[in-house]
């Protein structure tokens, strides 16, 4: 046995070490990449019944969303009608009060009846 065959003979023994080492190491690797897997695969199953939830609560928030809109809408027309109503009532009424002559007449009639009231009443107490 000369020098060569004694270095291929290590060089064979160091490659079926190595070999060896592989197998071990990929083993080891294969069992961190399927507790990996498991991590993950547990982790989906504990947000699917959150995102369910959220799902749930998105939906349940939308329908009140739109029924206060709804609301909204409703006490905005019944707020326009109201102003357009006073709005009318206030320009009727000045309409009424530039135009009406009969409302001096009104008013004078007034002021003489509290005037002959009170003429009575001061008769009245003498």
Not at 22 to 45: Q, S
Not at 78 to 88: D, F, L, Q, W
């Amino acid at each position: 046995m000369n020098v060569i065959d004694i270095l291929l003979i290590i060089l064979i023994l160091s490659a079926s070490a190595l070999c060896i080492f592989l197998i071990f190491y990929l083993k080891k690797l294969i069992d961190h990449v399927e507790a990996v897997r498991k991590d993950v695969h547990e982790l989906v199953e504990k947000t699917t019944p959150v995102l369910e939830n959220l799902d749930d609560v998105t939906r349940r928030a939308n329908r009140v969303v739109s029924e206060v809109e709804n609301y909204w809408n409703e006490i905005d027309n019944s707020i326009k009608k109201v102003r357009e109503r006073i709005s009318g009532l206030t320009s009727l009424k000045r309409y009424t009060d530039a135009e009406n002559p009969v409302s001096e007449l009104i008013k004078n009639v007034k002021a003489l009846t509290k005037g002959f009231v009170a003429f009575w009443q001061a008769i009245k107490h003498r």
